[in-house]
């Protein structure tokens, strides 16, 4: 998931610089939504880990 943020980050910068600006945010915007979901997605994960009482597999 944050490998598609990314992607779409690089897709708005590119659009920035070529002067499409409307495409340049609306990349930006679900560049952003995508990682604020992968932050809550990450912070569920490692409470849940938590109170399961195990650490990380490594």
């Known amino acids: ?5 990314l992607i779409f980050f690089i897709v708005a910068i590119i659009a920035g610089i070529m002067g499409f600006g ?10 952003q939504i995508i990682f604020f979901i992968f932050l ?3 912070v569920i994960s490692l409470v849940a880990n938590a109170v399961r009482g195990r650490g990380p597999r490594v």
Not at 1 to 5: S, V, Y
Not at 22 to 28: H, T
């Open 1 to 5: 998931m944050l490998g598609w943020a």
């Open 22 to 31: 409307g495409i340049a945010g609306a990349a930006a915007g679900v560049a």
């Open 40 to 42: 809550v997605l990450l």
